[in-house]
């Protein structure tokens, strides 16, 4: 069995499987933030854009938009006139 | 998981690695004392290091815990074991204690993690984060937090794909997944409870509507909002991302109430709530902040001070328990409430509800001795054997308990307490 440094995963996958769930979450993941990038390549949105764009819930593209700002995709744009909503743009 | 079984010996067993455990092992460390700290999160430092700021100096946190735990991981007197759970305590006699611990794998070595990130970086799996309250992703290769101690990457293997991507860009090459579960036989002297509380899961009260209605959060999510570490960019709803204008506050969420099955005064909710409301005042000035309560009980040292400047600040208060929330279309929450001093049932709109949540106890002590020796009081906190005269003791001759574990206290209360259990502990091994 394969324990060589770097490559010690290939020992875990011969002795534990993968989880349905795991495999799942990594699917939707994805597909979320490929629909929300296409969407803000277009042009910046807020959360609700993006929602009714997407026919997503608000906290779910809330939840999806701020771990791609987290990891450095987008970024927080202006806020519009009321001061109640973010726009999010990608990050160049 | 490997049959071998581990043998050491320390002076004394630390068991919780937040503040009061780690205040207590300290205490022990520089003393002489060599002491084993069992941790069961991937980081010391408890909940109080993931909180913004305390009351009621509204000094920072982080700035307090942070050199904290710095000196408990290089203290030469202290091993830390996090990832850690003890699961059977016997007593075999005087300054003899025999604990069976557990430790999973972290799936990185230790001592070569440099904590880069770039496992992080390369890792395709994003799941919820608990130390962000879920409010945001984390990878499955992940470091828990900024200032986790040890800040040391950790492979979260119920959501890792095993695709190998974090172990290809690591440039140590300190990923390995052939790490297994160690157990260990540990000899001590004399063990400290130091294992916290848990907090009230609004779950189970329906008719506030948390989970349901995404605008409720909790106030260790509102906690997060406000940290420097903060998941979004500033404060937000998770429902629709709106910056909120009137924000409302319901006290004792699970503490105070029978119908849930607790009565106990949680003791820092009231505290927290003023904290949290003060901040919020300063992070968006244009916002309303109500805090529905019952009595507002600032009884400590500089409390009721603290309590005149939230209302100094504008700060609203309704003496008033909220009976019920409901969601409009736009995401806003309405309560409806009994207003005690006018004598009537009201209802407010808010854009934002934060749910004050109490402490409850942790019982997993409770379980490491098999014959029940460690007794519990009548709320299931660990029972403490004299409580006026010598509160640190247990049940258990040389078991002492520290902070949260013997009932609810704020942060000063819990360093005090952990200050007496170690006393206590060093007065038992000496004897």
Do not use: W
């Not at chain 1, 026919?55 to 593209?61: M, Q």
């Amino acid at each position: 069995m394969e324990t060589e440094k770097g490559k010690t995963f290939r020992y875990l996958r011969e002795k534990r499987e993968v989880s349905q769930d795991a495999k799942d979450r990594l699917r939707e993941f994805n597909r979320a933030k490929k629909e929300i990038l296409g969407a803000l390549k277009e042009k910046d949105m807020t959360v609700n854009e993006l929602g009714k764009k997407l026919d997503r819930p608000g906290h779910e593209i809330m939840f999806y938009l701020m771990t791609l700002v987290k990891y450095g995709s987008v970024e927080a744009g202006d806020i519009d006139d009321m001061d109640e909503y973010f726009s999010y743009k990608l990050k160049k | 998981m490997s049959d071998e079984i581990r043998a050491a010996s320390y002076d004394a067993l630390v068991i919780g690695g937040g503040i009061a455990g780690g205040e207590a092992a300290l205490d022990l460390a520089n003393n002489g004392y060599k002491v084993l700290l069992v941790e069961k999160d991937l980081s010391i430092g408890g909940k109080m290091i993931l909180l913004s700021k305390v009351f009621p100096t509204l000094d920072c946190a982080a700035c307090i815990t942070t050199p904290k735990v710095s000196e408990i991981s290089r203290h030469p007197g202290i091993t830390v074991f996090t990832g850690a759970e003890v699961t059977s305590i016997e007593k075999k006699g005087e300054r003899e204690f025999e604990t069976a611990v557990t430790k999973r794998p972290r799936y990185v070595v230790e001592e070569d993690c440099t904590a880069c990130q770039l496992c992080e970086e390369v890792c395709p799996v994003v799941v919820h984060d608990e130390y962000q309250y879920r409010l945001v992703g984390r990878k499955a290769a992940f470091i828990p937090f900024s200032i986790a101690s040890p800040r040391v990457a950790a492979i979260d293997i119920e959501n890792c794909t095993l695709c190998g991507a974090c172990e290809k860009a690591c440039p140590p090459k300190c990923i390995d997944f052939t790490q297994e579960t160690e157990k260990y036989i540990i000899k001590t002297g004399t063990v400290i409870v130091a294992t916290g509380f848990k907090l009230f899961d609004p779950l189970k009260i329906p008719r506030y509507g948390y989970g349901v209605y995404k605008n409720v959060l909790t106030s260790m999510e509102m906690e997060r909002q406000l940290a420097p570490t903060r998941p979004f960019n500033t404060i937000l709803r998770p429902g629709d991302g709106k910056m909120p204008d009137r924000i409302a506050y319901v006290l004792c969420t699970g503490s105070r109430d029978d119908t849930i099955g607790n009565p106990v005064c949680s003791q820092i909710c009231c505290m927290y709530s003023l904290k949290q409301a003060q901040l919020l005042m300063g992070a968006l000035p244009m916002a309303d902040v109500t805090i529905y309560y019952i009595n507002i009980r600032s009884f400590g040292k500089g409390f009721e001070e603290f309590y005149e400047q939230a209302k100094g600040m504008g700060i609203s208060f309704v003496k008033g328990k909220v009976g019920k929330i409901t969601e409009t279309e736009t995401g806003n929450l309405i309560l409806r409430y009994e207003d005690i001093n006018e004598n009537r049932v009201m209802e407010e709109e808010h854009d934002m509800v934060v749910l004050a949540v109490g402490v409850l106890p942790n019982t997993d002590p409770l379980s490491f001795f098999r014959n029940g020796e460690l007794k519990a009081d009548q709320f299931s906190f660990v029972d403490q054997a004299e409580v006026l005269s010598s509160p640190a003791r247990t049940s258990v001759k040389g078991v002492f308990v520290a902070g949260t574990a013997s009932g609810p206290m704020d942060i000063p209360d819990s360093i005090l307490s952990a200050g007496a259990a170690s006393s206590e502990a060093i007065s038992y091994l000496k004897q």
